[in-house]
């Protein structure tokens, strides 16, 4: 199972980026689709998780500023970032779960994508 990101990059205070990520591999399901995020020196956190049936998951710092999307049918997940904060600085990781076309359950990682929101 790969997972490959785009959107990362440099914005403004109060701007918007939108990521992207896209499963491929020997899937049979993709349960649950979604980003963790990890700054220098913190542990890696929760941003938002969609699963399949179409529930979302947010974490507290994002709730209202981040919207999460996914086309089931492309096994892609988008998060929409807006009102961007510095705080908001991380490297970014698209996380995959499900089962593959073996019916064994992985837990699949991105490469990461740097977001850094600065003046």
């Known amino acids: 199972v790969q997972l490959v990101e785009s959107g990362g990059g440099l914005v403004q205070p109060g701007g918007s980026l939108t990521l992207s990520c896209a499963v491929s591999g020997s899937i049979f399901t993709v349960n649950g689709m979604g980003w963790y995020r990890q700054a220098p020196g913190k542990q890696r956190e929760l941003v938002a998780m969609?699963?399949?049936?179409?529930?979302?998951d947010y974490g507290d710092s994002v709730k209202g500023r981040f919207t999460i999307s996914r086309i089931n049918a492309e096994n892609t997940v988008y998060l929409q970032m807006n009102s961007l904060k510095p705080e908001d600085t991380a490297a970014y990781y698209c996380n995959a779960k499900g089962y593959d076309s073996n019916r064994k359950i992985y837990d699949s990682w991105g490469q990461g994508t740097q977001v850094t929101v600065s003046s």
């Open positions: 969609r699963t399949l049936g179409g529930s979302s």
